[in-house]
């Protein structure tokens, strides 16, 4: 269930009705948004809602036995515990086939044929979000920044709401649960937000499904694909890929503020980093800065003279958080190459007044410095295989063995509407950053320029798979 | 930059648990309800008025087939036995009902036969057709003498259904009837609600298919062979003729009402003897500047990019809908027979793997209808010059030669 098809409109419709103006005290009311994220999530496949409801039950007891353990020993047993069973599910749903795969292919290099079986399991949508999702509640307890809330059915709620559940942004514990406990009540400017940011969503997505047919094309690696299409392709896709995750997480935030709950952006303008450091503060914030503070903090952080091993750690297990596969490893360890030599170069002398340097003139060439080490890490993060990646970066930068074709008109105009997409999804997402506020609160503007883009979204689109990030 | 959610959660929010009272939620959740209910209604008015604006509409992109269908009524209500050609746009280009009957009649055989062949639908629609025309059928107590159906490997590829995906639902609206779209409903609630939608919210028009009309001036061009292109002469040659031939339709037949599916000719089009010896001329000529080496080979790339026409992966989902259909026909059809349309073997020659997945999946057919597919594609009686591209026999010759030959296969099955 998608939020821009018309059966999460029927869904939210009449789960809307019940939950604004039916089910208002809070138990009836708890029980009601658990199912219906239930409902939400076994739309996909509900045989995967054991899964979910087994992870949260299992953290919730095992934060209480952490809050209650008399020794450090005992509550390390037990977050290990915690890490064990959510990494453990991970691992074995999304990670095993590809960890059988690369020995198999590891003892090919050696002559050896090893014919391993491998488990071939569908991964369950979202398993990525929830579980870190229940871990930070339990690293959370275990450290004592938070203590147990009471109340299997509302952590059960909160870990598989369903505005966030499938694609994030990833929620901590401290953040949801007591929302869940309070059930604030919007008030008409905080919906109007909401509605607006849905919108936002939306055009986004749409923007995002008509870049698909650039990206598939310099994607497909074939010989009649010319050096513009190649640029177009890669630039598409840093669209495509922002459009669709920036708007998914709008909507899911949009949604969120409609029932009263205040999810933090997870996206800040990231096209606008001035460096990788700079763009990782910008982009998919939830994981980024869960990555930061729970495993990047847990191995040591800055501290030790081991900045540059564990910021390295920490970009390539984000890599592979996105996906079993070793183009995912390569954008991790792209990105953890990028951010240590910037931290390396503004070390030195000679860069540090560039460094530190904040002249328009800088920032311009810091800024498209940045962008094109951004692209070229979707190149890695999009491609089939690295052979593909190698051949598409060799061709984007003129260096591909076989003669590219001229391009012609029609892939200047593509090129154009590329960059255009782009640059509107930024300079939407600016205006609202800075006036979105005001903005709701010009019922002139605000109503005709909301129905005006649903009208756009409803009018164009095109076939496209679920959400990019779904498969993570 | 400010952060809106920040700021927004700074602001005073009545708690349920201690401020606000249940009327205050019901007084904000219904403006919230309204909006989003209201905000959805116009922009479907809006999109209902561009739609009208452009002049858009599903059936548009259907209409002869949907023509067709209108004509139904009419047809089981005539009283002579009736053949029906069905197929693709290779059985619109390449079978002439009137020339059929006509020589039918020659044999002593009473019979209408109708070219139920529309181009844009691969079998996933077809079976859809098929579906209503075995309606009007059986509620009439009608059964066709004959049903020849073409089994157009080309229409039947991965490719194919994949180029196809971007008008399926709304197809699928304006093509299932009232139970079909229910069991979808119930079957994948997903796409039925999706497909109530483009029916009878949006008249059919679905976004993806506005996407593509407006999509296409973006689209990079068919390929182009690696060749010299046409020459002057020969663009000339062909406007030329196209010049001559502007209007003579109309002054043949003046009183004759364009309707969108040729009833009049009942599905075909019309016949050299109706036409003056100097049309019949000028459209041979027409078709001849047509074939010329560039543009053929360019028609076969473009057909091999958009219908795998060479190596022919098959898309199961389309040949399991293909046996749906001849299922369907056996169910109003005295006798249904199967048949491979002439191909211009000139220029599509097929892999030998490709020879074997057709091979199979003409197995396929036979095993699970017990109809044995007819191979007309290298009849002898069809030679290159009847063609205007690669697949489609020209008006005037390849119809009438292919004609002809179905004449003379099915008239003894006929005469029993």
Redesign the interface.
Known sequence: ??FN???F??F??VF??F???VF?K?KPRIYFLLIASLVFYG?WNYHFIPLLVGSAVADYFIAQAIFAAGNVRHKKMLVTLSLAINLGILGLFKYADFVLESVADFMLLFGYQANIPTLAWVLPVGISFYTFQSLSYTIDVYRGDMEPRKGLVEFTAALSFFPQLVAGPILRARQILPQMH??????????K?G?LLITAGLLKKTCAD?LA?PVAKAFAVQE?VSLLEYWTGVLAFAGQIYGDFAGYSDMA?GIA??L?F????NF?VPYFAVSPVDFWRRWHISLSSWLRDYLYISLGGNRNNHRTRNVFITMLLGGLWHGAAWTFVAWGAFHGVIITLTHYLSTLPIFAAWHSGNGRGIMVIKWAITFYLVLISWVFFRAESLADAGQILLAMHGLASVSLPIA?T??W??FS?VVLAVGLMHWMDSG???G??RFVEKPWWF?PL???A??V???????SDEFIYFQF | MTDPLNSVSEMQTPLMSNEASPSDYRRINLKIFLSILGGMLLALIAIRLFAMAMGASGEAFIGRPLGALSYLPQIVQEPTDQVMVFGSSMVDAGFSPRQFDRELKEQGVDIKSYNFGFGGLNPYFQDLLARRIKEHYLQNNKRLKLAVIEFNPFQTTQTRYQGSLAAIDAYFGMLSNEQERFDLLLEDPTRGILVYDIKYLRDSVSAEMVTFYFGQAFRSGRPKPNMEPETEAEVARRRDVNDKLEGRFEQDFPDYVNEPWSFAWQGGGTIPQERSDETVELIHEYFASLRTEYRMQADKLWRAQSADIIELNFEPILVESFIRMVKEFQQFSDAVEIIMLPKNSRYIVNSPEALARQQNVLKQIYQATGVTVRDFQNIPEITPDMYSDTTHLARYSGDVAFTHFLAEYYGELLKK
């Open positions: 269930m998608i098809t018309p059966i409109f029927a939210f419709l809307f009705f939950y604004g103006f208002l809070h739309a309070q059930f604030s009540l919007p008030s008409w400017h905080e919906a937000y509605m008509l047919a009649s935030i503020l409609l009263g205040k999810i933090p952006l800040r012609e029609v892939q105009i593509i509407l609202i950053l800075k979105g506020e109503w909301m129905v005006l649903q009208a979204c409803l009018l164009i689109g095109a076939p």
